[in-house]
């Protein structure tokens, strides 16, 4: 496999992981101003995602074995790179594309367009804003390659120059003016909040949750590795980490469901519990706890050998649930006799219950 391959999969791949990670605090933004996630929002994620991702690992990686290369000197000269395009005598046009002069200018300028575009497109911001955080993003990328990757290196396994530093802004710039036609910049959205609960929002809330559950019992996991391996000098106990993985998310879920009546995810996407009978609130928590997340991290847990396909099972049907049932309230929720409203207009009906 070539080395632009292997950077594009790792581009995918890491930029897909962070788009993920990132689902969560975007989630909880846009449902609360706007009340809604439209899956454009979602792809614009992945993309954005993806490009940051490919940013480094094209100017970054593959990374040499040290003593492997030759230093790379420091190019301070400003239009240095430019300078050594020349119009051709004969071909025109594709004469002009073979010339790797040409390319080197024009590929460090493409390279940012899209900068630009999601400079507008995700923060919302113009011109200025994307021209001064290409700047930022472009300097950040030649000291790190100038520096031999912070003084992980003795050299520069890299050039780092001035040219591609005004390249790139040009190009943020370039970007955000083409996407000028395509995305407006404007405030909040004039529509009003949504007040039913949509099937897209819960499947939403449902996979913050388990975004929550894997982050969190992947930290518990790294953590306890590096306590047992690197300051106790132990070997890492197996059961003891799947049980920390499991118990430590369904314990913090847990605390959220009994105090508010909804789990993290539902809290994300500004999802509001509701009980037709305020005696048994605190019995209904229970049941919706033990019938939604409580099978999920028992399973879990159960080393069994049929465990991962009851697990599975048991997930697919819980999503099922949330199609048919009013509110889409799910399995959990018709067992405990909660219902769901969405954002502020659950607080009125919390109030006349």
């Not at 396994?157 to 036609?181: E, H, I, M, P």
């Not at 009851?310 to 819980?318: D, E, I, K, S």
């Not at 889409?328 to 954002?343: I, N, P, Q, Y």
Request: charged content about 15%; proline content about 6%.
């Amino acid at each position: 496999m070539s080395d632009q391959a292997l950077n594009a999969l790792v581009a995918i791949g890491l930029g897909s992981v962070v788009a993920v990670l990132l689902l969560v605090p975007t989630a909880a933004v846009r449902y609360r101003r706007h009340g809604r996630l439209p899956p454009a929002e979602l792809l614009v994620l992945l993309a954005a995602a993806v490009y940051g991702l490919a940013l480094w690992t094209y100017t970054l990686l593959p990374l040499p074995d040290p003593g492997s290369f030759v230093c790379r000197p420091t190019q301070l000269d400003p239009f240095t790179s430019v300078g050594r395009v020349s119009l051709p005598e004969s071909g025109g046009v594709r004469a002009l594309l073979r010339q790797p002069a040409f390319l080197q200018v024009a590929l460090n300028v493409l390279l940012f367009v899209p900068f630009g575009f999601f400079v507008r497109r995700v923060l919302r911001r113009g011109v200025l804003v994307a021209g001064l955080l290409g700047l930022l993003a472009s300097a950040l990328i030649e000291t790190t390659q100038g520096t031999g990757l912070w003084g992980f290196y003795d050299c520069a396994y890299r050039l780092l120059d001035v040219d591609d530093l005004l390249l790139n802004t040009l190009g943020a710039v370039l970007g955000s003016l083409a996407s000028w036609a395509l995305v407006r910049r404007s405030g909040p959205e004039a529509r009003p909040l949504p007040s039913r609960v949509t099937w897209g929002r819960r499947l939403v809330g449902m996979a913050c949750d388990a975004v929550f559950v894997v982050a969190v019992g992947a930290a518990v996991a790294l953590g306890l590795r590096v306590v047992h391996v690197y300051v106790l000098d132990l070997p890492t106990w197996r059961d003891l980490q799947v049980l920390l993985q499991w118990s430590v998310p369904f314990a913090l879920e847990a605390v959220l469901v009994l105090g508010s009546g909804r789990t993290v995810g539902e809290w994300v996407v500004s999802l509001h519990t509701r009980s037709r009978r305020r005696w048994l609130l605190v019995p209904q928590r229970v049941v919706k706890l033990a019938a939604g997340l409580g099978p999920v991290f028992a399973l879990g847990l159960a080393d069994l050998p049929w465990g991962g396909a009851a697990l599975a099972a048991y997930l697919a049907l819980t999503l099922l649930a949330t199609g048919p049932t009013r509110e889409h309230r799910g399995l959990s929720h018709v067992l405990a006799g909660l219902d769901l409203r969405a954002g502020a207009s659950a607080r009125p009906a919390e109030r006349a219950s």
